[in-house]
């Protein structure tokens, strides 16, 4: 069985600190990887995925995630945080089968103060 | 044009009752799905359709029944509502040409179901 993990509830950042946003996961053979993020009343946006090839990420509204195999870890950064930034993140692992499902994790709350 | 359009927003009413959620794409993907968030924020799969046939079927009670008239469209219905059904629903479609999933998912903006 597949599995995510978010280790943080929350995460706390200051206007124009670099943020991470933290996920492991457990799934048998290799990983489709996802970010999403959801702001307050809306559904999931997409904001990166990790298929194959280079093990960082690049993604919408400057976001990135870094794949690590060894440490089976997918954490999501940003250099220099907004305040429109604080939503909730999920982190979210496929394997590679035909039609398996999208597993999520719990979700990280971010919150970017001015 | 909204992509994956959920009605109604919001859905208040008494424990017994059935009700239906509609959902609809314009994104011309082949993949829909049925997605409960509890009030925990916590994200659980209950169907998927690839072209209008059901392909995953979570441990979900049989009085949730989707259908997918044509694969643009992925409706809800639930029969005798009990108070552990309030959550928010969410349709996703993606477009995962034969059988590949690493395609992204995109949300509605959810049916929250209230029950009384």
């Known amino acids: 069985a597949q599995s995510v993990a978010q280790p943080e509830d929350q995460v706390n950042v200051a206007e124009g600190n670099p943020l991470t946003v933290k996920c492991t996961y457990s799934?048998?053979?290799?990983?489709?990887l996802f970010w999403y993020v959801q702001y307050p009343n809306r559904g999931l946006q997409f904001l990166l995925k990790y298929i194959t090839g280079d093990n960082l990420v690049k993604g919408s509204y400057g976001f990135e995630a870094e794949f690590n195999k060894s440490q089976t870890s997918f954490h999501l950064k940003k250099p220099s945080a907004l305040v429109s930034d604080s939503a909730l993140y999920f982190c979210?692992?496929?394997?590679?089968?035909?039609?398996?499902?999208?597993?999520f994790g719990k979700g990280t709350m971010l919150l970017v103060s001015p | 044009d909204t992509a994956v359009s959920q009605t109604p927003k919001y859905l208040v009413t008494q424990m017994g009752n059935d009700k239906s959620i509609k959902c609809e794409q314009n994104l011309g993907h082949d993949t829909m799905y049925w997605y409960k968030q509890d009030s925990k924020k916590f994200l659980k799969i209950m169907f998927s359709y690839n072209n209008k046939e059901l392909i995953i079927n979570e441990t979900v009670p049989n009085r949730f029944s989707p259908k997918s008239p044509d694969k643009a469209h992925l409706n809800l219905h639930i029969n005798s509502l009990e108070l552990g059904d309030s959550a928010v629903y969410f349709c996703?479609?993606?477009?995962?040409?034969?059988?590949?999933?690493?395609?992204?998912?995109?949300f509605g903006d959810g049916t929250r179901l209230s029950i009384l």
């Open positions: 996703a479609s993606s477009q995962d040409p034969g059988g590949s999933v690493n395609q992204p998912q995109h």
């Open positions: 979210a692992v496929r394997d590679r089968t035909g039609y398996s499902t999208l597993t």
């Open positions: 799934v048998s053979g290799n990983p489709y």
